[in-house]
């Protein structure tokens, strides 16, 4: 069993910039590749980034691609997301995730874990 608590959320201006954490429970961590997803008003939920085991590969959004950067520190159980240059279009509640098996490579929703998500709110 894997918790997850984002925090960091928050307003801010476009063009402007925030970071995302979440913090995971249990000792295993470094078992699951992480990911970060987001929903705005009326849409569906949606792919953002994930990051492998080791965190040295990532994979990204085209929408976010260049402006925001995923990284983890599996010593202290934690997934960040570094969003610059932020856009109208980025508002949403941002999610963090966490899967056991397979790649990183894989922009799809099937997680074993999920967060309760953090509002980011950027305005024109």
């Known amino acids: 069993q894997v918790q997850l608590v984002e925090s960091g959320g928050g307003l801010v201006q476009a063009g402007g910039s925030l970071r995302l954490s979440c913090a995971a429970s249990g000792r295993t961590f470094r078992s699951y590749v992480m990911g970060w997803f987001r929903q705005a008003p009326g849409k569906e939920r949606e792919f953002v980034a994930t990051i492998s085991r080791d965190g040295i590969s990532t994979y990204y959004a085209d929408s976010v691609k260049g402006r925001f950067t995923i990284s983890r520190d599996n010593a202290k159980n934690t997934v960040s997301l570094q969003m610059n240059s932020l856009k109208p279009e980025d508002t949403a509640v941002y999610y963090c995730?966490?899967?056991?098996?397979?790649?990183?490579?894989?922009?799809?929703?099937?997680?074993?874990?999920w967060g309760q998500g953090t509002q980011v709110t950027v305005s024109s």
């Open positions: 995730a966490a899967r056991m098996r397979g790649s990183y490579y894989y922009s799809g929703l099937t997680y074993d874990y």
